[in-house]
């Protein structure tokens, strides 16, 4: 049976922060994952330049049961301090729209950058590891892998959510979770797609490709950024932020023209242009396919002087105050995030460990804080992995 300080579970972004600090602290440490290689989630995201983080990432950008669970890990290790150990590696960067931070080359920058300090610190990845067992028979956890037994003072479990179950994504983080008595909260999948049924995914599959800055809303939530039309329904930022705080059976609210007041825009287009066919007006506030679908789709025919007040307002209704009712999601598949998981009232906010388990941690996408798109989900894994390592 080989002895260790820490061994953590998953090699993703949270576990590997987590073995860093906590190798700093002189702690022999392993990080275990199952995978053939470390981090996939970081290799895929930001369309394979990763968004690391965010400026303006806040308590206020993360979903839980308990919205102040977050608020400790995130104020004593922040994005500033993330981005100060990304310049100490020289990895170029940029920010885009909204405070997010990519990398100028690739994500595999960030990969090779904890990779680097885990290996500085004297911290040890083995892949390709799966575990069978764990248990807690006395003081210490009893861990049995493919590769051998191991016994830790501290296990921390990084395994992750069920989202983007190609990568390897399961739900043993939830598993050992339940077997050491810690509450679970449902899971559902977000940042998702959502998917329509009948006559609005005809619509949708029509319009794939075509995409706008829209304002998506549900009840007293509402995100402005690009929407993409799909064979399926709808994607895009805004779509994937709503689809977080969407519940079944329920519209959003859609504004696919947030800039215009589209009856405003045709009333006056109507003074200055009446013989201008509608289509032809709305098509120059609107993408022309987009345009001319939602004239053929609600009969919205003919010149514009022969449009009435109350044609031209239910046309601007269409475009300015859509409201839809998704049938789903596309689920876990192309989920970013597993919103739920881990109770964090089983949980320190202060070090992530189990209250009721001694050295049990829990880190990252299996507890119950999900950020918003946009980096907050990393963030989250850094802050929350730093927490845990410098007390496991």
Not at 259 to 285: C, M, N, V, Y
Request: hydrophobic residues 40%; aromatic residues 8%.
């Amino acid at each position: 049976m080989k002895q260790v300080d820490v061994l953590i579970l998953g090699a993703g972004a949270a576990g590997l922060m987590c073995g860093i600090e906590a190798a700093k602290r002189g702690r022999s440490v392993v990080v275990l994952d199952h995978a053939k290689k470390p981090a996939e989630k970081i290799r895929i995201s930001g369309g394979g330049r990763c968004n690391f983080t965010n400026l303006h990432c806040s308590p206020a950008n993360f979903l839980s049961q308990n919205p102040r669970f977050c608020v400790s890990a995130l104020k004593r290790y922040t994005q500033q301090d993330f981005l100060a150990l990304v310049d100490r590696h020289r990895i170029s960067w940029h920010e885009k729209t909204l405070g997010q931070l990519f990398c100028d080359d690739s994500a595999n920058d960030i990969i090779q950058m904890l990779l680097r300090e885990l290996d500085a610190a004297s911290g040890t990845l083995h892949l390709e590891t799966k575990i069978s067992d764990i248990s807690k028979p006395d003081d210490r956890f009893a861990i049995e892998t493919s590769k051998g037994r191991y016994s830790a003072q501290s296990v921390v479990v990084a395994t992750g959510g069920l989202s983007i179950p190609k990568l390897g994504a399961t739900g043993f983080g939830y598993d050992i979770a339940r077997k050491f008595g810690l509450p679970i909260l449902e899971t559902r999948a977000g940042l998702v797609p959502l998917t329509f049924s009948d006559a609005n995914r005809e619509l949708c599959k029509k319009l794939a490709g075509v995409s706008v800055d829209a304002v998506v809303a549900f009840a007293k939530t509402r995100f402005q950024e690009g929407l993409l039309f799909t064979h399926r329904g709808l994607s895009g930022p805004s779509i994937l932020q709503i689809s977080s705080f969407w519940q079944e059976g329920r519209p959003v609210a859609v504004n696919l023209c947030p800039s215009e007041d589209i009856f405003e825009r045709l009333i006056g287009a109507r003074k200055e242009s009446p013989r201008q066919d509608l289509k032809t007006a709305l098509a120059h506030l609107l993408p022309k396919r987009l345009a001319e679908e939602i004239s053929m789709e609600g009969k919205f025919v003919g010149r514009l002087a022969d449009q009435s007040d109350k044609v031209l307002r239910k046309l601007a209704e269409r475009v300015n105050r859509w409201q839809i009712t998704p049938v789903g999601t596309e689920g876990y598949r192309t989920a970013e995030v597993t919103l739920g998981g881990v109770d964090t009232k089983a949980l320190s906010s202060k070090t992530m460990e189990a209250t009721e388990v001694p050295g049990l941690f829990f880190i990252g996408e299996v507890v119950d804080v999900t950020g918003h798109l946009g980096g907050f989900n990393f963030q989250w894994a850094w802050s929350s992995g730093h927490a845990a390592g410098q007390f496991a």
